[in-house]
């Protein structure tokens, strides 16, 4: 499967950006899906997984409360609502997918990756 991650940009702090990740090649709805990124200089880390269904989702403490992850299975997207943006959440965002029916926050859980979309916050 393929992954396009899209949606990011600046906003300022506060502020609200919805991601969208488009798969091809496979139907999206095999796969758990999961929402990382990585800040500069610092290590990927999790952010959000939702199930293959939708019914169970999974949040990184750091970031609960501001986030939805959403998936249209017949639309092949996977979504990320996020609310009350930070600076400190300016990083690089990636979708990925995990083959496995665990929803799971661990990065090498997941199979592949798409290429990452800049969310940048501004104070």
């Known amino acids: 499967v393929q992954l396009q991650a899209s949606g990011g940009g600046l906003v300022e702090a506060g502020g609200s950006l919805r991601l969208s990740c488009a798969a091809s090649?496979?139907?999206?709805?095999?796969?758990?899906m999961g929402w990382f990124r990585q800040a500069p200089g610092k290590e990927r880390e999790f952010v959000a997984a939702i199930s293959r269904s939708g019914g169970r989702t999974y949040y990184a403490d750091s970031m609960k409360g501001r986030l939805t992850i959403s998936r249209d299975n017949a639309k092949n997207t996977v979504y990320l609502q996020m609310n009350s943006l930070k600076p400190e959440d300016t990083a690089v965002y990636y979708c990925?997918?995990?083959?496995?029916?665990?929803?799971?926050?661990?990065?090498?859980?997941?199979?592949?990756w798409g290429q990452g979309t800049l969310v940048t916050v501004s104070s």
């Open positions: 090649g496979r139907t999206v709805s095999n796969y758990a």
């Open positions: 990925a997918a995990d083959r496995t029916i665990n929803i799971q926050a661990i990065l090498t859980s997941y199979d592949y």
